[in-house]
């Protein structure tokens, strides 16, 4: 499969210099280009045959995103279709990213990618590893955001649904089920809830039994 018009992404222009707002786009030799290994901590490379059915009808819409070391930190699943269409040159475009860095990267380019449970949950373990080590921002003089808020802001959606996801998180079998469809997210978080309530009646039932038999004990004591 030969390069062709369509391969190269929209925004491309043969003139691209650091001038302007478009970074420049480098023809690399696809076999010279390997999968950064981060993306498998937290992406599985999926629906391949369906990306290749894509490629082969409009070509790349987005650029791959290469360090200089030729690793790809944005466009593995690309980089595998391809692999797997045997093509020989494709246009990336070449980016200087710290090694500390490069799972947040990694995430902030995969932003429209539909994810599995399981991916979502690696995506919040890189964020509280990204701002916990300091990468945090002050919210006032004395006070800082939690790493929940900030992790919640980045994925799109509350504290409240980013602690329900790390709940959930703790508990194999339902990851398992939500990733194969057997549950829903949702589904899974209403399970908890009502096993937590259960709990919490036990407890209380408990505390009340024993509190009885306490108090029996102190009558019998009295009286004997």
């Not at 696809?30 to 599985?44: Q, R």
């Not at 409240?160 to 398992?176: A, F, I, Q, R």
């Not at 029996?216 to 004591?221: D, G, Q």
């Amino acid at each position: 499969m030969k390069i062709i018009k369509s391969d190269i992404p929209n925004n491309y222009n043969s003139n691209n210099n650091s001038s302007n707002n478009h970074p420049l786009l480098v023809l690399k030799k696809v076999s010279e280009l390997s999968h950064h290994p981060a993306n498998a901590n937290i992406y599985v490379l999926s629906d391949i045959e369906s990306l290749k059915v894509s490629i082969k009808k409009v070509g790349l819409l987005e650029p791959l995103v290469v360090n200089k070391q030729n690793q790809v930190v944005s466009g593995n699943r690309r980089l595998k279709a391809l692999q797997e269409l045997k093509v020989k040159d494709v246009f990336v475009q070449v980016v200087d990213v710290p090694e500390p860095d490069v799972e947040y990267i990694i995430l902030t380019h995969n932003k429209s990618r539909k994810k599995t449970f399981s991916e979502i949950l690696n995506e919040i373990k890189v964020l509280r590893h990204h701002f916990k080590r300091g990468s945090g921002t002050s919210k006032g003089k004395n006070e800082k955001y939690n790493w929940r808020d900030l992790a919640a802001k980045e994925m799109g959606f509350s504290k409240t649904t980013l602690n329900n996801y790390l709940k959930v998180g703790e508990y194999p079998d339902l990851v398992k089920y939500i990733n194969d469809g057997t549950a829903t997210f949702g589904q899974a978080v209403n399970h908890l809830e009502k096993q937590a309530k259960i709990k919490h009646a036990i407890e209380v039932r408990e505390h009340e039994i024993t509190e009885m038999e306490t108090h029996e004990i102190k009558i019998y004591t009295q009286s004997s």
